[in-house]
């Protein structure tokens, strides 16, 4: 229960739902509890032969506290839906804002925190672990305070009528009390297997439709398919488990209900010889009973919803309780001059605890284009992600502008920069929205999107599609071939008109003349815009201002393209080399 009380805070800001939603189940448990009291005085009148002396009075007295018994209903009902919309309603602005919170906070994380962690988790957190938390803010707080206040009155209005017979017929409840904690406890432990289940269960279904063309192209449908039929068959199994439980839970609870009902007919039956309870009280105590039903048989749902809730509130608790590495403190107007320095970094990924650079010392000057080469694994996209501190530098600094780049607006300098990332991402939108994207102006002019499309050169591949700039991409742009989602990123990238531009091998799926094409381009703005192309091709690179040539994290070669032929080092090697291969 302690993973709730995270959500005493949405209880202050919508403390005037839930007081009226007390108020509507106080006013609306009075007149159910009147009724059983109404009746109690029906009985006795019409066994009271003074009162009455012929047929007709009879009738009229049956007619009297009929009609009061419905206006009573009438009233029970209106003020029980008043209850309903206002619990019922806190319970999904609750949901409304905890989801919206849950969405923000990941946004805040850093990278490493999704490489830790599976997308279809991410996704049952904020989905299934939220619904079942709105069931315990919602019907779960309902059923309670519905239960504590209409016992209460019962309890009250039995003991008026007969203490004695109270107390006997609530015998019961102190079993009933005992199995609600011992049952409890493992509904909570069966609830959270449940739940972990579930997670694996989204993953599964999310990884498998993102990569249902390399299933299909592997000839994995079978196997796929066996894997997801093991995940919810284990599903269903822990969730059968726990529906046993409540299954069980719930008769035992109306045993106990009926229990006190034959108590009520026996016991009372034997006190009316003595004149201690009329039969009118009896009937009454029926009534009461029967009343109590419901609330105490939901008594055992309820505590699954809670212990649910709570499985879940913890689950979500350890997400919301993860800080990102760095937060943005720096909150100033930033312009970015152009300038990059990196002295003696070195970096080791924290979870894995490879070590990515070592040492690493270059800088940029505004305009320049810089270069940075070398084999699979060697580093390369690491400096970028450093750059926009999407991890920490283990040791040595990053200079941006001469600033330390933890002491930046990082918010500012990422607004002035454009990232083509290697793994290209496309939304499932129309191609001119996935272009403004990358636009800090909401004002995008259709000539401003054929600008970029024609530098990036897909322009004419945009045109050739029916629906031109409105065509509406697949998941991950799926209906693109690689070199067209390359050449939209880069397009998007250019439309921010960034004073610093990373292309992280973002040309590898372009033939030659395509990538000079792209490159020309580039190139006529390259004064007024740093820019860093990592690449495994030397074609993509020859023409930077400054080489670095990486192996293990650390700098090997470097120079310009020419320096590094010359030098007839590993770089030359690796020109020769692909140019035979091209050839």
């Given at each position: 229960?302690?993973?709730?009380?995270?959500?005493?805070?949405?209880?202050?800001?919508?403390?005037?739902?839930?007081?009226?939603?007390?108020?509507?189940?106080?006013?609306?448990?009075?007149?159910?509890?009147?009724?059983?009291?109404?009746?109690?005085?029906?009985?006795?009148?019409?066994?009271?032969?003074?009162?009455?002396?012929?047929?007709?009075?009879?009738?009229?007295?049956?007619?009297?506290?009929?009609?009061?018994?419905?206006?009573?209903?009438?009233?029970?009902?209106?003020?029980?839906?008043?209850?309903?919309?206002?619990?019922?309603?806190?319970?999904?602005?609750?949901?409304?804002d905890l989801k919206n919170e849950i969405f923000k906070h990941y946004e805040k994380l850093d990278l490493a925190f999704f490489k830790r962690n599976a997308t279809g988790d991410l996704m049952n957190r904020i989905s299934e672990d939220v619904g079942l938390v709105r069931m315990y803010i919602g019907p779960g707080i309902m059923y309670t305070v519905n239960l504590i206040v209409l016992s209460g009155m019962i309890i009250f209005q039995m003991a008026q009528i007969s203490g004695k017979l109270t107390f006997f017929?609530?015998?019961?409840?102190?079993?009933?009390?005992?199995?609600?904690?011992?049952?409890?406890?493992?509904?909570?432990?069966?609830?959270?297997?449940?739940?972990?289940?579930?997670?694996?269960?989204?993953?599964?279904?999310?990884?498998?439709?993102?990569?249902?063309?390399?299933?299909?192209?592997?000839?994995?449908?079978?196997?796929?398919?066996?894997?997801?039929?093991?995940?919810?068959?284990?599903?269903?199994?822990?969730?059968?488990?726990?529906?046993?439980?409540?299954?069980?839970?719930?008769?035992?609870?109306?045993?106990?209900?009926?229990?006190?009902?034959?108590?009520?007919?026996?016991?009372?039956?034997?006190m009316t010889y003595d004149k201690q309870i009329s039969l009118g009280g009896i009937v009454a105590f029926i009534?009461?009973?029967?009343?109590?039903?419901?609330?105490?048989?939901?008594?055992?749902?309820?505590?699954?919803?809670?212990?649910r809730a709570a499985a879940s509130q913890k689950r979500i608790n350890e997400f919301l309780e993860t800080k990102p590495e760095f937060e943005n403190t720096n909150h100033t107007p930033f312009n970015f001059e152009g300038e990059i320095e990196f002295q003696n970094v070195s970096f080791v990924y924290p979870d894995t605890g490879i070590k990515a650079l070592e040492n690493l010392n270059f800088k940029i000057k505004k305009g320049d284009t810089l270069a940075i080469v070398g084999r699979t694994g060697s580093g390369k996209s690491t400096i970028l992600q450093l750059l926009m501190r999407q991890y920490h530098v283990s040791s040595g600094k990053i200079l941006i502008d001469g600033k330390d780049i933890q002491s930046i607006n990082s918010d500012g300098f990422r607004n002035e920069a454009g990232i083509v990332p290697q793994d290209v991402f496309l939304f499932s939108d129309?191609?001119?929205?996935?272009?403004?994207?990358?636009?800090?102006?909401?004002?995008?002019?259709?000539?401003?999107?054929?600008?970029?499309?024609?530098?990036?050169?897909?322009?004419?591949?945009?045109?050739?599609?029916?629906?031109?700039?409105?065509?509406?991409?697949?998941?991950?742009?799926?209906?693109?071939?690689?070199?067209?989602?390359?050449?939209?990123?880069?397009?998007?990238?250019?439309?921010?008109?960034?004073?610093?531009?990373?292309?992280?091998?973002?040309?590898?799926?372009?033939?030659?003349?395509?990538?000079?094409?792209?490159?020309?381009?580039?190139?006529?703005?390259?004064?007024?815009?740093?820019?860093?192309i990592v690449s495994h091709r030397i074609s993509t690179i020859r023409n930077a201002n400054y080489i670095l040539l990486l192996d293990l994290g650390k700098v090997i070669e470097q120079g310009t393209h020419d320096d590094l032929i010359s030098s007839d080092g590993r770089y030359a090697e690796m020109y020769r080399k692909q140019l035979d291969k091209n050839q």
């Open positions: 229960m302690k993973s709730l009380r995270y959500l005493n805070k949405y209880f202050v800001k919508y403390k005037w739902y839930f007081l009226l939603g007390i108020v509507f189940t106080i006013i609306s448990n009075y007149f159910g509890v009147k009724m059983p009291i109404y009746v109690k005085d029906a009985v006795d009148n019409l066994m009271n032969e003074t009162e009455i002396t012929n047929f007709e009075s009879a009738i009229w007295l049956s007619l009297k506290l009929g009609g009061i018994y419905i206006l009573l209903s009438v009233l029970k009902g209106f003020f029980l839906f008043l209850m309903r919309q206002t619990i019922i309603i806190m319970s999904r602005l609750i949901e409304y017929v609530l015998l019961p409840l102190p079993l009933m009390s005992f199995l609600i904690y011992k049952v409890s406890s493992r509904i909570n432990r069966m609830s959270k297997k449940v739940q972990e289940e579930q997670s694996v269960l989204s993953t599964i279904a999310q990884e498998t439709f993102a990569g249902i063309r390399i299933i299909k192209a592997y000839n994995r449908d079978r196997e796929t398919s066996d894997k997801f039929s093991k995940s919810t068959n284990e599903y269903k199994n822990r969730s059968m488990k726990l529906v046993i439980t409540n299954a069980l839970f719930l008769p035992t609870m109306i045993f106990l209900i009926g229990l006190s009902t034959l108590v009520t007919i026996y016991l009372g039956g034997l009534f009461f009973v029967n009343n109590l039903t419901w609330p105490f048989a939901s008594v055992g749902w309820v505590t699954s919803i809670i212990q129309s191609i001119s929205n996935n272009l403004k994207f990358g636009s800090i102006d909401s004002n995008v002019t259709e000539e401003q999107l054929i600008e970029v499309t024609k530098a990036a050169h897909v322009y004419e591949n945009i045109m050739n599609f029916p629906d031109k700039f409105e065509t509406i991409l697949g998941e991950r742009g799926v209906n693109l071939s690689g070199g067209q989602k390359q050449r939209v990123s880069i397009a998007r990238a250019l439309l921010r008109d960034p004073k610093l531009l990373l292309l992280d091998d973002c040309l590898s799926a372009v033939d030659t003349e395509t990538e000079n094409t792209i490159l020309s381009n580039l190139h006529k703005n390259h004064k007024q815009r740093t820019t860093i």
